[in-house]
């Protein structure tokens, strides 16, 4: 059942053009966009990205936002919000990726997943769901990123329990879908969070998966 609801779900959801967006970027250029994203709207993410491009005449590389003036990275991603915090993690991850890793996102490719992951989370302020990205998104290796999104749907909908942490939710929708498929059931997942399952009210009257979920935790009316 919890598979024929990841089904429904990515076959409802509309990300054929998301996906496609996401996969003009390089893992640098990824990474900087991850890090845009937090605590933001995906358009404020979008803007603040195209800004900090437009800024250093579209080039976006550890090298360039090295050296970059900090004022500038700032004023580029103003509208993503939390820009003075945000600015500063750009300049101490582009420095470690230009001199420490010699702007070489090889590893994500060829390394064993673990090792690269872990050098990943290695980089300040850098957690399990923006390496997860890295990973699949340009690495296309076997992980799921999870977010808000799919930790509450995935124990609404009973794929794990209230308990289960970050790894247990990732490793329980892995086993149940083939590796190709887990970034389309990734955003399909957050679309569909966005749009239906919503953490408050969640219109369950209109959920393509309404016969088949237990809803745990919303609240009956």
């Not at 990515?10 to 845009?36: C, G, S």
């Not at 420095?95 to 290695?122: C, G, H, T, V």
């Not at 980089?123 to 290796?141: E, Q, S, W």
Request: aromatic share 8%; glycine share 4%; with cysteine.
């Amino acid at each position: 059942m919890s598979l024929e609801m990841l089904e429904i779900i990515a076959n409802e959801m509309n990300i054929v053009q998301h996906i496609r967006d996401w996969k003009q970027y390089t893992p640098f250029e990824t990474l900087i966009r991850t890090i845009l994203s937090q605590n933001t709207t995906d358009r404020n993410a979008f803007v603040a990205f195209d800004n900090l491009k437009a800024q250093f005449r579209n080039k976006i590389d550890p090298e360039t936002l090295t050296y970059a003036d900090p004022q500038r990275i700032q004023d580029a991603i103003r509208i993503a919000g939390l820009h003075n915090q945000k600015s500063q993690r750009i300049k101490m991850i582009s420095k470690i990726i230009y001199y420490d890793w010699k702007s070489d996102f090889n590893f994500i490719y060829k390394a064993p997943l673990k090792e690269a992951r872990q050098k990943l989370m290695a980089l300040p302020g850098i957690g399990k769901k923006t390496a997860d990205v890295l990973l699949n998104f340009c690495g296309k290796r076997p992980i799921l990123p999870v977010d808000t999104h799919i930790t509450r749907i995935s124990k609404r909908i009973g794929i794990v329990p209230k308990t289960a942490e970050y790894d247990d939710i990732r490793r329980s929708i892995e086993s149940l879908i083939p590796a190709d498929k887990i970034l389309y059931i990734h955003i399909s997942l957050i679309f569909f969070g966005r749009k239906i399952c919503k953490a408050i009210n969640p219109h369950c009257s209109t959920c393509p998966i309404t016969h088949l979920c237990p809803k745990n935790g919303v609240k009956k009316v």
